[in-house]
Nanobody, 126 residues
């Protein structure tokens, strides 16, 4: 399984970006896909996740109301729409996939996801 993230870049505060994560190989349509991010010197942080068979989407507190995750099952692709970007959103963003559906209590843990992409850098200037 390969996860290819794209769409990162350098933007100014308040602007938007849309990240994409395309999966090749087995699909995650019965599991979950998520985005995490990691800034230099900081731990990997949960951003958002979407689970198969679950109408809800899940967000970290720092991005709630600004970021939106969506999925195109036909393209085996997950998107992260990021609006109202702030300098503190600057990080390397990783997409992750779990073939088997994680339980809700594990959804925000990196260990719930076996498959990871190389990530894409997002830099927000003030």
């Amino acid at each position: 399984v390969q996860l290819q993230a794209s769409g990162g870049g350098l933007v100014q505060a308040g602007e938007s970006l849309r990240l994409s994560c395309a999966a090749s190989g087995p699909t995650f349509s019965r599991g979950a896909m998520a985005w995490f991010r990691q800034a230099p010197g900081k731990e990997r942080e949960f951003v958002t996740a979407i689970r198969y068979g679950d109408t809800n989407t899940y967000y970290g507190d720092s991005v709630k109301g600004r970021f939106t995750i969506s999925r195109d099952s036909a393209k085996n692709t997950v998107y992260l729409q990021m609006n109202g970007l702030k300098p503190e959103d600057t990080a390397h963003y990783y997409c992750a996939g779990a073939i088997n559906r994680p339980i809700l209590s594990n959804l925000r843990e990196p260990t719930a996801y076996r498959h990871w992409g190389q990530g894409t850098q997002v830099t927000v200037s003030s």
